[in-house]
């Protein structure tokens, strides 16, 4: 997801997927914010395209 959505210059969300990866790995109690975060910033790329 990282690098998908880095590539299409949805710049907010591929830092937030790099976050949930590293978070995975060394602080497991950060997940589920950033997950919450992923999951508002979904909603905003999902309004941005159907404009």
């Known amino acids: 997801m ?3 959505t880095l590539n299409i210059n949805f710049n907010i969300l591929g830092n937030l997927a790099k ?3 590293e978070a995975i ?3 497991g109690e950060i997940v589920p914010y950033l997950q ?3 999951k ?3 909603e905003i ?3 941005d395209i159907e404009k």
Request: aromatic fraction near 0%.
């Open 2 to 4: 990282k690098g998908t």
């Open 19 to 21: 976050e949930l990866e």
């Open 25 to 27: 790995e060394v602080n």
């Open 36 to 38: 919450e975060q992923m």
């Open 40 to 42: 508002n910033e979904i």
């Open 45 to 47: 790329v999902k309004q």
